[in-house]
Every structure is written in structure tokens, then in C-alpha cells.
């Protein structure tokens, strides 16, 4: 461990930490430029083989980014996207964000530092940002973007200069540091430890934004929602969203193990995947209806009446069925496609039923910070299956690239253990996460 690091796992003051020196090179999860055509033809394309641990260059800083010393980090799907190189790589990405020049074409290495949430303690701000400061506990929001840009000030998705940071950017959070930009940092909250600071900011931000958030669907009270994959990393952050907002929360899951958990998330209506009947035989398009009325069914027998929203991130293998199953008049929003990005629907029931498709990608600066405050407030919790040292980054990431977590997987850089980082344990005992965690279940650390 460098001298900077070990003042910030000692805890030392901002002043304390501006004496020890930015080290040269420092430990990261990376990609090599080398191994892009490396699955090709492969069915199994094995994430642990592309993620690479090991020192890296330390990158110059621009005046308006922060260096955080990343306590822990967090698992997406986009890591699984990067590390199998697919659809495209994302060092495509990087060479075409450095050609805008400056500090941009720092961006473009033959490695690739992933990852795209981070907590951590501010070390070093450029000399341009002027809220943050060394020894600051921050999270960061997984979101880039271009300040100089119009309509960026509209709102920081529509530019179009934004990015996902660690996944179209260089120098993400699976890593003992990351550069982020000032706009990117918000308050950790200080009940909660290292690992569930870095759950949260990129799958609630996208799951406030799509449900809650001027952009999205705008859910009120009473409204009813359907939520695929209601125990994964978006949606056992929508179920509590919409249970918060005084909505009825259906979850669709894939397995009995799982649909325990959606009720104990909040869930008031759960249908498990496996006890569907079987449509293997018909194309997607008759699949997608045979599957929207057997679970319109199961709803109005519940519920009595059909979800005015569903949540879907699934993409091919269930957009048919979102389109075909949310009510007259209702809304499917989108913000992914995990199957498949080539959807295939009935235009019919979209069009004659007056149903709206919203599409919707990551979080703003505003929206992010909005979230964050729930999470303060006690409001929101982490949902956390799995923590993993930094080392083996690439268990963490092959996990999820199986499905076979729940809620987040959590990877630790500095933080030398799971459980650190609170420093308010009586906010922690008002919002009772460790009895959120004890109802939850092994998903709730």
C-alpha cells in the first residue's frame, strides 16, 4: 500500500493528506487493447480470462476532476459488456472520445480501467473545482458529461458529450483510485459502509430516473407496476421506489429462491419465470403474447386490473410482453436490453391502446443527487448479495455475468475488510439496515 493510501486507511485529515505524495502507478481491474478479439467465436466468453488486476499509470489530473481513493466499487452489467468486448469495445469508445483533444486524449491507453461506481475519500481536486476537497467521503455518480455543452444545462443526458464513466471513459472505480469529474461527486451517505455506498449510485439513479423522475414514467400513488428481474441490481431498487411512492409493486423473478426475496423486498404480487408454461415451440412474437396473457391473467386476479407501468431492462426476450401486457393508456420505459437489443413487438397494441414507450439511460446530476438523498434519509437501502476483494475482480463480474447474484456484488479496493466506513452508527440504527439487512436475507450484504 502507497503512503496516500495508508493515510486515507488511517483516516487522516484533507491536510494530512495533500503532504503524501499521488503515487506513479496504482492497482486496477483493467481490459488490454490486445485482448479484444480474444472470445471471438467463443460461446462462453468468460469474463475472469479479459479482467486483468494490476498497476496501471497514474493519470495526469484536469482542473475540474477529483482523485478519489476508491474504498469500494460495484459490479454492472456494463462490466460484463466491456469484458467480453461485445456489442462493440469500448476502446472504439475511448479513441473516438480523445480525439476532442486536452485532457480528453488522456482517455485513449491500450488499457482500460472499468468500472462505473466508486465511494471513496477525496485526495487531490483540480484547481478548478471548488466544492470538494481532500478528505471528503464521497460516492460518485456514474455519469459524464460535457459542461460546455447546450444541452447538457437541460438536462445532462440529452448531450450529447455524455458517457458512462468506466465503461465509455477510462479510470472507473474497480481500482485503489479514480479520476471523476467534480460533477460527478455527492456526499456519501454516513450510515452506511463502504461496500453499500458503492451499490447504489448507478442502478437507483437509472431506476429513480425511469420511475420517478421527470423524464421517466412519473409513477403516483395507487399506480401499479410491473418490474422485471424486481431482485437484480435495478430492480430491487424499483420495488422500494415504487413501494415509497405509494405504488403496488409486481415482481417477475426466476426462481423460487428469488421470488422470496422480491416479497420480502416489498413486492405485493411476485410471478415466478419457471412456472410459466412452456412456449419454447412459438416464434418471439407469439411467445411475447402467449407470456402477456398468462401474466395478465395472474395480475387481475391478484390485482384485479392491469399495471399502469412496467419496468423493463430485459430488452428482446421480454419487450413483446411488456408492450402487449401494460394497460390502455399505461407506459413501458426501457433503459436496456440484456437479451438482445433487436425488439420485436405487436404495434397494434401499442398504437390502437394509446400505450406510450419511454426510453430512458442513466442518471442526472440532480436526479442522482435526489437519490442519494433518499438513501440519507433512510428511505432507500442497499441490497447487496455478494462482496468481493478487488483481487478477484473478475469472480465478482463472471457472477453477474451468470445471473446468479441478487441485489449488488460488491468489490472492496482499500477498504481492507466488508462492515467499514460508517461514521454515523445512530443515522444507521434509525434507518434500521441491519434489520433491513436480517429481512432480507444472505441478499442484504
Known amino acids: 500500500m502507497d503512503s496516500l493510501a495508508h493515510a486515507v486507511a488511517e483516516g487522516a485529515t484533507g491536510e494530512q493528506l495533500l503532504a503524501e505524495p499521488v503515487p506513479a502507478d496504482y492497482l486496477a481491474a483493467h481490459l488490454r487493447r490486445e485482448d479484444v478479439g480474444m472470445f471471438r467465436d467463443i460461446a462462453d466468453k468468460d469474463v475472469r480470462k479479459s479482467i486483468r488486476v494490476g498497476y496501471v499509470p497514474m493519470p495526469e489530473l484536469a482542473p475540474d476532476e477529483v482523485l478519489v481513493a476508491v474504498m469500494a466499487s460495484s459490479i454492472n452489467f456494463n462490466t460484463v459488456w466491456s469484458a467480453t468486448f ?118 437507483a439513479g437509472t431506476a429513480y430516473r425511469m ?109 413483446g410482453t411488456s408492450v402487449f401486457v401494460v394497460r390502455r393508456g399505461g407506459v413501458v420505459v426501457t433503459c436496456g436490453s440484456t437479451t438482445g437489443y433487436q425488439h420485436q413487438f405487436d404495434n397494434r397494441y401499442l398504437w390502437m391502446n394509446l400505450k406510450r414507450i419511454i426510453g430512458s439511460h442513466g442518471v442526472n446530476y440532480s436526479e442522482m443527487a435526489e437519490c442519494t438523498r433518499l438513501f440519507r434519509q433512510g428511505m432507500l437501502r442497499p441490497v447487496l448479495s455478494a462482496t468481493y476483494p478487488l483481487a478477484e475482480t473478475g469472480e465478482a463480474a463472471r457472477l453477474v455475468q451468470l445471473n446468479e447474484h441478487v441485489g449488488k456484488v460488491a468489490v472492496t479496493c482499500l477498504a481492507p475488510e466488508p462492515g467499514l466506513g460508517v461514521t454515523d452508527p445512530r443515522a444507521r440504527e434509525r434507518a434500521g439496515i441491519e434489520r433491513w439487512h436480517e429481512t432480507v436475507g444472505p441478499a442484504g450484504r
Open 86 to 203: 461485445e456489442p462493440v469495445s469500448t476502446f472504439g469508445m475511448l479513441s473516438r472520445f480523445a480525439r476532442q483533444g486536452g485532457f480528453a486524449a488522456r482517455h485513449d491507453q491500450d488499457h482500460q480501467v472499468i468500472g462505473s461506481d466508486a465511494s471513496g475519500v477525496v485526495v487531490r481536486a483540480g484547481s478548478g473545482v471548488r466544492h470538494w476537497k481532500p478528505g471528503d467521503h464521497v460516492v460518485v455518480s456514474p455519469v459524464y458529461v460535457d459542461d460546455q455543452e447546450p444541452l447538457t444545462h437541460h438536462d445532462g443526458m440529452l448531450g450529447a458529450g455524455q458517457l458512462a464513466w468506466g465503461y465509455e471513459t477510462n479510470f472507473g472505480g474497480l481500482a485503489t483510485y479514480a479520476v471523476v469529474r467534480a460533477s460527478q461527486v455527492l456526499p456519501k451517505p454516513a450510515h452506511l459502509t463502504w461496500e453499500e455506498s458503492a451499490c447504489f449510485a448507478l442502478c
Open 211 to 319: 420511475l420517478v423522475g421527470e423524464h421517466g414514467a412519473r409513477i403516483k400513488q395507487g399506480d401499479i407496476v410491473l418490474i422485471w428481474g424486481a431482485t437484480g441490481g435495478l430492480g430491487a431498487f424499483a420495488v422500494q421506489l415504487v413501494k415509497n411512492g405509494g405504488g403496488t409493486a409486481i415482481g417477475i423473478v426466476g426462481s423460487e429462491a428469488k421470488a422470496g426475496l422480491a416479497r420480502r423486498l416489498g413486492c405485493d404480487l411476485v410471478i415466478n419465470r419457471e412456472e410459466l408454461p412452456g412456449t419454447e415451440e412459438l416464434d418471439l412474437a407469439a411467445r411475447s403474447q402467449a407470456i402477456g396473457k398468462h401474466i395478465g391473467r395472474i395480475i387481475r386476479a391478484g390485482l384485479g386490473e392491469d399495471p399502469h407501468v412496467v419496468f423493463d431492462h430485459v430488452g428482446r426476450q421480454t419487450f
